[in-house]
Nanobody, 119 residues
Framework: QVQVVESGGGLVQAGGSLRLSCAAA??????MGWFHQAPGKEHDFVAV????????YYADSVKGRFTISRDNALNTVYLQMNSLKPEDTAVYYC??????????????WGRGTQVTVSS
């Protein structure tokens, strides 16, 4: 488990944008990813990026709208969310691990950050 802190959520109208941030503890660069959880649903994969930023993958539902990036000097990963839709409304969680595969299998969740998209 790698400790992470999510921030940047808020309330936005449909079509608007938000940028989420995830800060990882320590100075080690990890593969990091974003998941979201809507009411009554599981934690669903959103996007993931390798430790060096060379590889990234997205859920089909966000391709072309969301961009994941990182700043290793700050040990932080970002999720730029554009063209937001009401169905994007959820609590967004970040996970960090040595590999992308481990991120995708994450079972540890912090507090997350709430994203609400109004219509």
């Amino acid at each position: 488990q790698v400790q992470v802190v999510e921030s940047g959520g808020g309330l936005v109208q449909a079509g608007g944008s938000l940028r989420l941030s995830c800060a990882a503890a320590g100075r080690t660069a990890y593969a990091m990813g974003w998941f979201h959880q809507a009411p009554g649903k599981e934690h669903d994969f959103v996007a993931v990026i390798s430790w060096d930023g060379d590889s990234s993958y997205y859920a089909d539902s966000v391709k072309g709208r969301f961009t994941i990036s990182r700043d290793n000097a700050l040990n932080t990963v970002y999720l730029q969310m554009n063209s937001l839709k009401p169905e994007d409304t959820a609590v967004y969680y970040c996970a960090a691990a040595q590999t992308i595969s481990e991120v995708l299998g994450n079972d540890y969740w912090g507090r997350g950050t709430q994203v609400t998209v109004s219509s």
